[in-house]
């Protein structure tokens, strides 16, 4: 098997991991939010929102790597 695309399905997998790992955090988190705080839930947001696109980057550049692999 191709060295290229074992590295791109282990892209994948950790994109995988992280995001299980990202949801767990993030549901955690939330509950410790204070309900009135409009500051904190946007942040809280935008690092949510930042997780989520640096998890399907690695999705991504896996399958990439893996369908472009020789």
Known sequence: ??????FGGVLVALGCIFRAISLAYFNLLEKR???GDLKARRRFEGKKRRALIIDAGFVLFGFYTILSGH
């Not at 098997?1 to 074992?6: A, E, F, G, H, L």
Request: glycine share 0%.
């Open 33 to 35: 939010l204070p309900p």
């Open 1 to 6: 098997m191709n060295p290229i695309k074992i």
